[in-house]
C-alpha cells in the first residue's frame, strides 16, 4: 500500500557537495540548483550555515542562496546547527532550515562538537526564532541504525531523540542512515521509533548508500507509507565525520524506482540524468547513479 505521490528533498548540492575536497565554484552550485528545479524538484536542500572551518566547501553559503533564481512553488533549505548559523542564514530567507543531531553520543560530538542532550539545547532557540519567522523546521536524526563510532544504534534512542526534538517544536524529522549500514528491517524499526512522536508525512528517510541497501530501503519505507525522502543528484556526497561513508541514494534511482512503482515525483528523468552529468563532469566524475549511467548506455 504505497503512497500515490512522494516528495523528493533533493540534497545533492548540500550534502553532496559537502564532503568534495577540491572547492567547487559558486557559480556551479548555483548552476546545480537551477537544473535541479528545472528537472521538476520541488525542494531543494541549497547549502549549510555551519562553520567554514569544519566544512569548507559551504563557506560561500550567503553567496549561492543570493544568486539562486528562485522558483515559485520550490522551497529551499540549509542547514543551521545553532543560534550563529541561524542568524546567518536569515538574510538568505530559506523556506526551512534543518537542525541536525544524532541517535548516537560519539557522533553528536564528531560532528556537532556536543553532546545530544547539548544540541537539543542549542536546536531550541533555533527552532523558537526560526518558527517565530515562519520558516518551517526539519530536523534530522544521525547514525539512525548504526554509528562509525558506536556500531549499532537502537530504535529506542532514535525515538529519544524524535521525541526530545518534538518537544522543541522540531516540525518534520529525517531518520537518517549516516554510514549506509541498515537493512530495510532496521531502518522500518528506525522510522517506526519517529512515527511514535511525529505524523507519517512528517517524517522522512534519509538514506547513505554505502553497502547499497537504499533503494530497498527506500521500499521498505515505502511499506510503512512513509513519502518523503532525501535523494542526490547522481549520488553524490558522504559525511565528512562519517568515514568511508558514501553519497545519499542517488536521486535517478529513486525516480526510476518510484515511476517504475506508478507513483508520481513531478522529476523529468532525463533532465534529471543531465543536472547529474552536469555536477558530475564539473567534479572530474562518473554518476554514482545506476539508472542514469543504464539510460546513458542505451
Ligand atoms: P564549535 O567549535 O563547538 O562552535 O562548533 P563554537 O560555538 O564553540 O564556535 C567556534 C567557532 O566557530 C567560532 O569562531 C564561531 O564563531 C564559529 P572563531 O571564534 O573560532 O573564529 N561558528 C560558526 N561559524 C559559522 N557558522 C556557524 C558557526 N557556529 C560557530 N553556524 C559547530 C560547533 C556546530 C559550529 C561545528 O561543529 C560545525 O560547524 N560542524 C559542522 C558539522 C557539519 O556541517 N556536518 C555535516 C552536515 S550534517 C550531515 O551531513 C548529516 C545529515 O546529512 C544526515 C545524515 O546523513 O546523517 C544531515
Ligand atoms: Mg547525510
Not at 525515538?159 to 516540525?171: C, L, N, P, Y
Not at 531502518?187 to 547499497?212: C, I, K, M, W
Amino acid at each position: 500500500h504505497h503512497p500515490s505521490r512522494v516528495t523528493l528533498v533533493e540534497v545533492g548540492p548540500r550534502d553532496g557537495l559537502q564532503n568534495e575536497k577540491q572547492t567547487v565554484p559558486t557559480a556551479t552550485k548555483v548552476e546545480l540548483v537551477h537544473r535541479l528545479q528545472a528537472a521538476g524538484l520541488r525542494e531543494i536542500e541549497v547549502t549549510s550555515f555551519v562553520s567554514p572551518k569544519w566544512v569548507p566547501q559551504m563557506a560561500d553559503n550567503a553567496a549561492v542562496m543570493a544568486a539562486v533564481q528562485r522558483r515559485p512553488g520550490v522551497r529551499y533549505s540549509v542547514l543551521t546547527p545553532n543560534l550563529k548559523g541561524w542568524e546567518a542564514a536569515q538574510a538568505s530567507q530559506p523556506d526551512e532550515i534543518v537542525v541536525f543531531g544524532a541517535a548516537s553520543e560519539a557522533f553528536s560530538q564528531k560532528n556537532i562538537n556536543c553532546s545530544i542532550a547539548e544540541s537539543i539545547e542549542r536546536f531550541a532557540p533555533v527552532v523558537a526564532a526560526a518558527r517565530a519567522a515562519g520558516v518551517k523546521v526539519r530536523g534530522a536524526i544521525s547514525c539512525a541504525v548504526g554509528c562509525p563510532y558506536e556500531g549499532a544504534v537502537a530504535p529506542a534512542r532514535v525515538e529519544e531523540v524524535a521525541r526530545r526534538m518534538a518537544a522543541i517544536g522540531v516540525q518534520h524529522v529525517g531518520v537518517a542512515d549516516t554510514i549506509g549500514v541498515g537493512t530495510p528491517r532496521q531502518v522500518q524499526a528506525a522510522l517506526e521509533a519517529a512515527l511514535r512522536h511525529y505524523p507519517l508525512h512528517e517524517v522522512s528517510g534519509h538514506f547513505h548508500d554505502t553497502y547499497g541497501m537504499a533503494v530497498a530501503n527506500v521500499l521498505a519505507s515505502l511499506e510503512l507509507g512513509i513519502a518523503t525522502f532525501d535523494t542526490s543528484v547522481s549520488g553524490l556526497g558522504g559525511c565528512p565525520y562519517a568515514r568511508g561513508a558514501t553519497g545519499n541514494v542517488a536521486t535517478e534511482d529513486v525516480v526510476y524506482l518510484l515511476h517504475g512503482l506508478g507513483i508520481e515525483t513531478g522529476v523529468d528523468l532525463d533532465a534529471l540524468i543531465d543536472a547529474g552529468l552536469f555536477i558530475r563532469e564539473a567534479l572530474g566524475q562518473t554518476s554514482g547513479s545506476r539508472a542514469a549511467r543504464a539510460l546513458q548506455a542505451r
